[in-house]
């Protein structure tokens, strides 16, 4: 059983720097540095626009077993398109949902908009 702790944490990544150095050192030296934020968006049809362009990768963390994989955006994309949150180097929850939210308000416009341009058309 793994009991997630900052001592674990540290434990696991010091474990991972001795088995593969060089793995690590590659991962610390391609890792983005200096990401210019851009200004935080003004509507929510903007918000999806931003996410619609965002990239998603799979990948691993360092301290997990290289079989456990994630599905999501960097966090350094998510600083870059969206201005959020206090780094660049984690995604908050509150900021995720609240992209997913704004996106979600967007995508509903533009189906009733879709909606009622159907409907015109048919009558």
């Known amino acids: 059983m793994w009991v ?3 001592r674990g944490r540290v434990r696991a990544r010091t474990a991972a720097r001795t088995r593969h ?3 690590w050192f590659h991962a610390l030296l391609t890792r983005k540095r200096g990401v210019a ?5 003004a509507s929510a049809s903007e918000v999806l626009d931003r996410l619609a362009e965002m990239p998603v990768s799979v990948w691993t963390y360092g301290f997990d077993h290289e079989s456990v994989r994630h599905l999501g955006p960097m966090a350094q994309d998510f ?3 969206f201005g959020l949150g ?3 180097r984690r995604i908050a929850m509150v900021d995720a949902n ?3 939210m704004a996106s979600i308000q967007a995508l509903y416009r533009r189906v009733i908009a879709l909606e009622a341009e159907v409907e015109r058309l048919r009558a």
């Open 21 to 23: 150095p060089l793995a």
């Open 98 to 100: 609240g992209v997913c």
């Open 86 to 88: 206090s780094n660049d």
């Open 37 to 41: 934020v851009q200004a935080p968006p």
């Open 4 to 6: 997630d702790t900052r």
């Open 79 to 81: 600083a870059t398109a």
